[in-house]
């Protein structure tokens, strides 16, 4: 479970440091997003067969801004760095063995059954005025389970939505003071579009963690 564990550790640091220095090279531009889902380790038996997981260039390379016109430099979000270290550290407690793989499953063998991730859904750079206190955020991710054959096996979905009836406390503190710190640029809005989408982000990984649980095909193929 050690090694393991210290694996996805070195494969979040990673994530990490893309997601700070796109901050850093985004200067004075739109305000750059500082998501921070903070999801608890899922609380499962590890699956024993070993996984491949494969994250979708839609994904990986995910980036759109949104605010033009309604504020002094609007706001940018890119979805991968968060979304990726989201999701090994979710693995991480859901397998006894994981391996990111390079190469889409659908077109290359591979030695064991493997895990594509996919972005299926965020709204967060359609805010609308008014955004802080009446903004929402909808996040959805899309699972493959592929064969070691690459065929499809079956696929489930996660999703979550943040508004204003949640309770940010954790995820607003601190906020402003590292926006202002890596890009010079902070707004409300951005930091407050920040915290919903974290908070839909968590919401979607608990989904997508019932959903993984609830399909028959993943608990058969798996657990063997």
Request: aromatic fraction near 8%.
């Amino acid at each position: 479970m050690v090694p393991r564990i210290r694996k996805a550790g070195a494969r979040i640091q990673r994530a990490a440091h893309v997601w700070v220095l796109g901050l850093l090279l985004a200067g004075c531009g739109p305000s750059v997003f500082p998501i921070q889902p903070n999801v608890p380790a899922p609380v499962v038996e590890p699956m024993p067969a070993p996984i491949g997981v494969y994250y979708a260039d839609a994904l990986r390379d995910h980036g759109c801004t949104g605010g033009e016109g309604t504020l002094d430099h609007g706001w940018a979000v890119a979805m991968g760095p968060p979304s990726i270290a989201m999701f090994d550290g979710l693995f991480a407690a859901m397998f006894r063995e994981t391996e990111t793989v390079d190469t889409w499953p659908g077109a290359t063998p591979a030695p064991r059954h493997v895990i594509e991730v996919r972005l299926r859904e965020f709204d967060g750079c359609d805010a609308r005025p008014p955004i802080v206190g009446a903004a929402i955020v909808r996040v959805g991710y899309e699972a493959i389970l592929w064969s070691a054959q690459g065929r499809e096996l079956t696929r489930w979905r996660g999703r979550g939505q943040a508004g204003p009836r949640d309770s940010q406390d954790e995820y607003v503190a601190g906020f402003p003071k590292l926006h202002e710190i890596l890009t010079g640029s902070y707004t409300p809005e951005a930091a407050y579009l920040a915290a919903l989408t974290s908070m839909a982000m968590r919401k979607a990984a608990a989904d997508f963690v019932l959903s993984f649980e609830g399909n028959s095909v993943v608990q058969a193929r798996l657990s063997e």
